[in-house]
């Protein structure tokens, strides 16, 4: 079965999970997030792939995730240096492997993606560091991040439907694939079905020989081919020649039975 490919949206709903948690209140978890509004000089506006916000007024946290799904594209990128300074603590998401610690500078963190389990391993912890609340990316996220329309972890309708899309045909290899292997487990289940059937029919079938066997004299609990085999090969019955075998045997001792009265 083909290995799936991995986007990015996989990446960050496991993100997502990693910010829920039941002892206290979950944290706020949003993607595509900007560090303003989006009328701004070119190169000024950022953009975290995904941004988590501790719900605490004592030790507030603003962890923002930069998500690569292609090695070409993190070689690439030279905008994610500027999104630290919107965030305490700064980490990037990618398949297991894409990018190595000792690409990132020590306070960035890693985390890894297993596409065959559907989750994600911390590589490297990121180290915190105090930052001044970004009031403009508050002021956007505000006016911007809570449409009831809006689709979380895709930045646009065309990204989530060709998803969508993607997951659809997933699942339709997946069903081939279970059909097929069910099919090949109800062919083995037949063949074994049928070999016992033929071992309940020998068994029955030898039953039957031995009875016959014992009928004509052929008593035999073990090597019955050899003690069969031996039977046939004589035309007198064995029952026979063991009754013959104890007249001679009798006559034998009749005969000395004879020469001891005379002797005497």
């Known amino acids: 079965m083909a290995t799936q490919k991995v986007r990015s949206d996989m990446i960050l709903r496991q993100l997502q999970k990693r910010h829920l948690n039941k002892a206290r ?46 090695r070409g594209d993190f070689m690439r990128d030279q905008k994610w240096p500027g999104y630290m300074q919107y965030c305490h603590e700064f980490y990037f998401a990618c398949p ?52 009831s329309d809006r689709h979380p972890f895709f930045s646009t309708d065309r990204e989530y439907f060709k998803a969508l899309q993607m997951d659809k045909a997933d699942r339709k290899k997946l069903g081939y694939y279970v059909a097929k292997k069910t099919q090949d487990y109800i062919e083995e289940l037949t063949t074994e079905k049928r070999k016992l059937k033929k071992m309940e029919e020998d068994s029955s079938e030898l039953a039957k020989i031995k009875k016959v066997m014992h009928s004509h004299g052929i008593n035999a609990y073990w090597n019955i081919a050899e003690s069969l085999d031996k039977a046939l090969g004589t035309s007198v019955p064995p029952d026979i020649i063991t009754k013959v075998e104890r007249m001679g045997e009798l006559a034998t001792e009749i005969n000395k039975l004879i020469q001891v009265k005379q002797v005497g």
């Open 25 to 70: 209140l979950d944290d706020v978890f949003l993607t595509e997030v900007k560090n303003g509004q989006s009328y701004v000089p070119r190169g000024e506006l950022l953009i975290l792939d995904a941004l988590a916000i501790k719900k605490s007024w004592a030790n507030p946290c603003f962890t923002g995730y930069e998500v690569k799904v292609d």
């Open 96 to 147: 297991k492997d894409l990018i190595s610690p000792d690409e990132l500078p020590k306070e960035v963190g890693l985390i890894y993606y297993n596409p065959e389990k559907d989750c994600i391993t911390t590589k490297r912890k990121a180290l915190y560091r105090p930052v001044e609340i970004p009031s403009k990316m508050l002021m956007y996220i505000l006016m911007s991040k809570f449409d």
